[in-house]
């Protein structure tokens, strides 16, 4: 089956590529954190890094988990380079905003959202943002080159 003609541009298929690794990572990374929480003693044996990184309280895991799944479901359905566009304007949003209100408000949602957590979120969602906005003025600067 061939890619539309949209998703077959350099900088549509990097930001399928990037979303696509985010969102395995997320999905990972939420999973892990479930496994992980539900052994209590690897919890209290494990490496410091590890537990950063796999420590997360259910409800962020299940975060993680549903962004992730959700995500690269839609994305092996939805070809064109305009719905990754708008996931990654939408993940971008939500993640800078959890990010800020994470570093605003202690626990925000009941979510443990520490040091690491915010500085994840504030890096992952502006970054996500920069690269949808980045691909959407693409997209938009090529339709206009070629009216």
């Known amino acids: 089956m061939r890619e539309p ?22 999905l990972l990374q939420g ?13 209290g044996t494990a490496p410091y ?5 796999l420590g997360i309280d ?15 479901a839609a994305l092996l359905v939805a070809r064109g380079a305009g719905f990754a566009v708008g996931l990654a304007l939408s993940f971008g949003v939500f993640y800078t905003a959890l990010g800020v209100w994470g570093v605003i408000a202690h626990h925000p949602l009941g979510l443990e959202l520490d040091a690491f957590e915010n500085g994840f979120h504030l890096v992952a969602g502006p970054l996500t943002l ?9 997209r938009r600067h090529r339709r206009v080159a070629h009216a």
């Open 5 to 26: 003609a949209s998703e077959s541009r350099p900088g549509a298929r990097a930001l399928r590529a990037y979303l696509v690794a985010l969102m395995a990572g997320l």
């Open 31 to 43: 999973a892990g954190s479930l496994l992980f929480r539900a052994d209590p003693d690897l919890a």
């Open 49 to 53: 890094l590890v537990r950063g990184l």
């Open 58 to 72: 259910p409800a962020h895991a299940w975060l993680h988990v549903g962004w992730g799944a959700a995500a690269l």
């Open 130 to 138: 920069l690269l949808g906005t980045l691909a959407a003025a693409g």
